[in-house]
């Protein structure tokens, strides 16, 4: 044996396969290889994309470690996921072959997310690396975790941060009118129950941040105080549901190991992502 890979091995990219699972990273991979193949000859280009397309059989042929069943399998939870489109541009119409291209931007988006909910997961022992593997899709595992473990968690970290901050002056009746104001704009009646303890312990979090630090830390960037605490002012309602819906989207994908800081994350981020999506509706729709 002269060498260990053969004419055409297969790639897995090991954060691709914690994110998004081992199956559906060896897939997507490959996928991508044939649209790569794709692009430089200049073919197969619909719709502003360039695109590959076999038969399930076919598939097969490139994963004859599984079985058509598995192949069949990790396709459909590709395009559940939506990180694989799919069309049919044959010639005639009875060919049903199936056209395939990569969401490359909905790709781009859950690296980045999981970055920013799992930034020590380039440092993690490789035990806990293999053991991280997708969320499953049924909300109520989701939920119970958030609720039993990240709000105990969250729960000492205020109690801490209070007791600590009350002897060296802190202002608790400042705290509490903020969290109260916040609380009361945010509305989080309307939310799942489930959730709704999470929220309250993210938004305690952020009006915490905007008293004892004088630059807060959000997604890897650094905010000063005064813009703070004009900012989660904002949040509302909206805001909030804003940022749960990202939080659900983004944990039947990959594991977050802080619940309670990711959510807070979302929740000061939608503070303008909202308004960027609102205004990229009306645009879509010519009303701007």
Known sequence: MGKLFGDKPLVIDKDLAKII?????????????????????????????????????????????WSIETVKRTFKKLR????????????????RTIWYTINYDELEEIMEVSKEANPQAQNEPMEDAKMVQALPEISTEINNNINKQSISQSNTIVTSKDDRKTDDG?????????????????????????YKDAVR???RLLVLDGINKDKISIGGNFIPRSLFKKDIEKIDQFTVEHAVGKFKKISRITKIKNTIMYLKTCIY????????????????????
Do not use: C
């Open 21 to 65: 699972g081992l199956n559906e990273a060896i897939v997507i991979q490959q996928i991508h290889y044939w649209i790569e193949i794709n692009k430089a000859k200049n073919i197969n280009f619909n719709e502003d994309k360039h695109w590959t397309y076999n038969t399930m059989a076919a598939w097969r042929e490139e994963f004859p470690f």
């Open 80 to 95: 559940e996921k939506n990180l694989l489109l799919t069309g049919n541009f044959n010639k005639l119409k009875i060919d």
């Open 170 to 194: 802190f202002n608790l009746n400042e705290f509490n009118d903020k969290y109260k104001k916040i609380l009361k704009n945010a509305y989080i009646d309307h939310i799942d129950d489930s």
């Open 201 to 203: 312990q993210a938004i």
């Open 269 to 288: 981020n939608a503070i303008y992502e909202r308004k960027i999506d609102v205004e990229s509706k009306l645009r879509y729709e010519g009303l701007i």
